[in-house]
């Protein structure tokens, strides 16, 4: 593969991932604002935030087998080897809780009743760390793009 399809597959598994968090973003607004007319809104709001992550992490996978060991290499050996370190690392464990509760959000979604505030609050919550592991998530791939571009300054 050449180097403009490598990053076309970088930049096209950060795009599912930022749009899995506004998706997610949207969601949170909907499930705030719940009532039986929106509801059909927000269940579907949960499959394709599910399904932007699923997308993202599957597309990422692939890159990160395939292309990340030389990138690794460049990094590691460059000054901003903590990059991979630790935000590589970090991201690499955070993003499964990420992935498992994005596929969480259409069961909580499709087999509860959103009006209840109980099960309200679940989706809210659940929604809002989505949001926040996800930023989080989007932010240490940016510091790990820059650990690449540091290691090759420094060839």
Known sequence: MSLFGIQVSVMVHVLFGVLGIILAVALLVYVLNASEKNIPTIRSL???TALSMILSYV???????VHYPAE???IRAGQWSWAHTFFME???HVFFALLFLSILL????YR???MVPENRRLMVIVTAIIVLIGLAVDGSGAIISRGVIVGYLGR
């Open 46 to 48: 949960s499959l394709w």
């Open 59 to 65: 597309i990422g996978g692939w890159w990160y087998v």
């Open 72 to 74: 690794r290499a460049i």
């Open 90 to 92: 970090w991201k690499e």
């Open 106 to 109: 259409p069961i909580i979604a």
């Open 112 to 114: 509860n009743d959103l």
